[in-house]
């Protein structure tokens, strides 16, 4: 026996050698290297995010660009957004490629949950080029750029970085957004680490996108390595944790409430190593990824135990897991229990609000004794429509969990759901019970650490009701009128009648009004915007059909609000320019507004934001004949984001952040489609590629040309040239506009 212990430590120590010269970074199998919280963070320490690594950079105030409770991070050396030029003609950064690349690679990221949990931020603007009076090294040239995810480091911001976290091995270069010496150069970093102030030809296509970002760590419940870090599969057996090496790189998982878990089943459990523990769960949501897990804590917190219990894919989000207690210490721990999203290496996690499960480890005072059922359930007899209750008495181990299924000849049929109530507990109640119930079959499962029992069944008989069953029905006002600015009332109330007594919900229709059941009346709250609201009612007492009801509220605009016939408000648009007639008929029909009440701003340039707007009033004004759309909160453009994405008038997001102006090219991609195919009829006679500064491979070139030929535009000089990536103006826009809703205005020519 003692020669088999030596050649067992033998191997063991040769087996731990060996791993130590593979790789420093592996885990001990069975191991996972995982914490509660977020480590103490060091500059330069490595995240694993969206698929990609990336080094720390600020963290609380201390390094770059850090607000509190955020890491700001860095694309990790070795990691690839790949290349690009950083302008066409010019070092500002708002409007530029390497803007949009930017965009795209935080766009780009799959999962919405992950891109939630990147800050925005703005990017002051009105730098000078580097060495000239204004030269700011944390600004941008030109406008400034808000809400911005995924950004390029400043000078001022790469000075602070670590010159080995600066290095980008086998590439010249990364852009950064700071402008160079002269306005067709943007400074750099080169490969090897050295900031370039004097700046690069912003032409060039080979500088390296490397994005920084703010990463909000509100959220963190746990840390673990960032690959490896957790136990793959689905297991009984946990895996011993440890927190994972200083040098090593981690990711987090983050609380999200987007993930659900019930679990009933909470009640303090004690046992000994080596017991299983079960624990009766439901509502888990359901995804590939998708687990209930669970960690064992100590008094501290410390993480000693994690493990993924049972994979949740659709139809498997709810029954019993089980864990075998792992060997623990006596004492108090706690079994944190929850919903976990697990995306694999460098991706982060994702869980629910944990479920605490108290749970006491005594080798000695364990109560080991099996679950048995003393009382069983006997048949139950009831008047559809009445309540039915089945019982089960059991006697074993504390705490004792219960499971009632129904059988249909094969047992496993799940009763959780519908017109059931307390499946988890020692009665089942049935309430409403429906004539079609009449022969179903019940039992109950009762577990506990040390096993489990089924019931025997028992039949349920249900007698046709002495009353005569009689449909729903919902009877009462069909429409309201109010107008803008009314104070919160309620409509008439409304008749429901059937047998037995409907239940009344609102399927559907504004959040502000809603089904008041003591009165039945809808409240209407004050705030809704000019406009036509559907609000559905439905019935419901199980005697079918269900009643369905449509009531509509008009929302009036208030007369004052009228502006035809009423003097043109704007001072510095005067009679005789060539865009009055334009902005004058844009504002009489509410396509566009001004500045202030009296300034228009004509030669103000247009934000995405604001062109968005146009475009969602102006397809609204043609199918509808008016406009109603109205500003969204918290951000004012979202409304017309939502409508135009519903009427494909876009696929895509742009830089909606407010001051992001919008290119000549931007702008026409997102009119092109404001209006129906028919509405923008070929009147010229345009040839491919006959645009001089548009050539057929221009992103936006289907767009372009396909204004032209309506009419819409027709150049910015006699050469008809687009001139795409500049910005347009207010004046410009009212013309395009006027001729969009105006075929007569629209312009002939040819080139």
């Given amino acids: 026996m003692q020669n088999k212990k030596k050649k067992l430590i033998s191997s063991l120590l040769a087996l731990i050698m060996l791993l130590g010269l593979i790789a420093a970074v592996q885990t001990t199998a069975g191991a996972a290297d995982i914490q509660a919280g977020t480590p103490t963070f060091r500059l330069g320490t490595t995240i694993g995010f969206g698929g990609k690594q990336w080094a720390v950079i600020g963290h609380n105030g201390a390094g770059v660009a850090s607000p509190s409770g955020t890491l700001t991070l860095l694309l990790a050396n070795g990691h690839s957004y790949g290349k690009s030029q950083f302008h066409a003609d010019s070092n500002q950064y708002s409007g530029s490629d390497l803007k949009t690349a930017m965009d795209n690679a935080y766009n780009g990221i799959s999962n919405a949950k992950e891109k939630d949990l990147v800050k925005a931020r703005d990017l002051a603007g009105g730098s000078a080029n580097q060495g000239a009076p204004g030269y700011n090294p944390d600004n941008i040239a030109g406008p400034a750029v808000s809400g911005a995810r995924f950004w390029p480091l400043s000078v001022a911001e790469a000075d602070k970085v670590n010159e080995e976290v600066r290095k980008y091995t086998g590439l010249p270069l990364w852009w950064l957004r700071s402008p160079g010496f002269h306005s067709i150069n943007a400074a750099f970093v080169y490969g090897v680490g050295g900031v370039n102030v004097i700046g690069n030809d912003v032409i060039w296509s080979g500088g390296v996108v490397r994005p920084a970002f703010n990463l909000n760590l509100s959220s963190v419940i746990f840390t673990s390595a960032a690959?490896?870090?957790?136990?793959?599969?689905?297991?009984?057996?946990?895996?011993?944790?440890?927190?994972?090496?200083?040098t090593d790189a981690v990711k987090f998982t983050m609380i999200d409430s987007r993930l659900k878990l019930v679990c009933t089943d909470a009640a303090a459990?004690?046992?000994?190593?080596?017991?299983?523990?079960?624990?009766?769960?439901?509502?888990?949501?359901?995804g590939e990824s998708n687990y209930v897990s669970c960690v064992i804590v100590d008094g501290t917190n410390k993480v000693l135990y994690y493990g993924k219990l049972a994979k949740t894919t659709a139809g498997m989000t709810g029954g019993i897991v089980n864990f075998t207690v792992p060997p623990l210490a006596n004492g108090n721990y706690t079994v944190k229990l929850f919903s976990e999203e697990a995306n694999g290496d460098n991706y982060t996690d994702f869980c629910s609000d944990p479920i605490n499960i108290p749970m006491t480890v005594s080798a000695t005072t364990a109560d080991t004794t099996p679950p048995s059922i003393t009382s069983q359930p006997v048949n139950c007899s009831v008047t559809a429509g009445g309540i039915a209750t089945f019982s089960v008495t059991a006697t074993g181990a504390s705490p004792l969990s219960y499971v009632w299924y129904r059988t249909d000849g094969t047992r496993g049929y799940d009763t959780n759901g519908g017109i059931y109530t307390n499946n988890n507990t020692a009665t089942l109640t049935l309430t409403n019970v429906p004539e079609s119930y009449n022969g179903y079959r019940y039992y109950c499962s009762v577990y506990n650490s040390d096993g489990g029992v089924d019931s025997s069944v028992a039949t349920l008989t249900v007698t046709p009701s002495a009353f005569i069953a009689d449909v729903p029905a919902i009877n009462g006002p069909t429409s309201m009128s109010l107008t803008q600015g009314y104070v919160a009332t309620s409509s008439e109330a409304f008749t429901i009648t059937g047998v037995p007594a409907p239940t009344v919900t609102k399927t559907s229709g504004d959040a502000k009004i809603t089904w008041n059941n003591a009165t039945k009346k809808?409240?209407?709250?004050?705030?809704?915007?000019?406009?036509?609201?559907?609000?559905?009612?439905?019935?419901?007492?199980?005697?079918t059909p269900d009643a369905m009801f449509t009531f509509t509220l008009t929302v009036k605009e208030n007369d004052e609000n009228d502006r035809i016939g009423k003097p043109f408000p704007f001072t510095d648009v005067p009679g005789n320019a060539w865009y009055y007639g334009d902005v004058k008929t844009a504002w009489e029909t509410r396509l566009i507004d001004g500045v202030t009440d009296t300034l228009f701003k004509p030669r103000d340039n247009l934000t995405y934001a604001q062109a968005v707007k146009l475009a969602a009033c102006m397809h609204q004004l043609y199918k509808t004949g008016s406009v109603t759309l109205a500003n969204g909160s918290p951000a004012w453009y979202q409304s017309y984001v939502d409508y135009a994405k519903a009427n494909s008038i876009i696929s895509k997001d742009y830089d909606w952040g407010g001051s992001a102006y919008a290119t000549r090219a931007g702008y026409m991609e997102i009119f092109a489609n404001a209006l129906p195919p028919e509405a923008l009829a070929e009147k010229n006679m345009i040839n491919d590629g006959t645009i001089p500064d548009v050539p057929m491979s221009h992103p936006q070139a289907a767009a372009i040309y396909k204004l032209y030929r309506a009419g819409i535009l027709e150049g910015v000089d006699s050469a008809h040239n687009c001139n795409p990536g500049a910005n347009i103006t207010r004046d410009e826009v009212s013309a395009i506009l006027t001729r969009m809703m105006n075929p007569d205005k629209r312009k002939g020519f040819s080139i």
């Fill in 269 to 286: 459990r004690t046992v000994k190593a080596g017991d299983t523990v079960n624990i009766v769960y439901s509502g888990a949501t359901a």
């Fill in 227 to 246: 690959a490896g870090g957790k136990s793959g599969n689905a297991s009984v057996n946990l895996s011993a944790a440890a927190a994972p090496p200083a």
């Fill in 522 to 543: 809808l409240d209407i709250a004050a705030g809704l915007m000019a406009g036509t609201y559907t609000v559905i009612l439905k019935a419901v007492n199980r005697k």
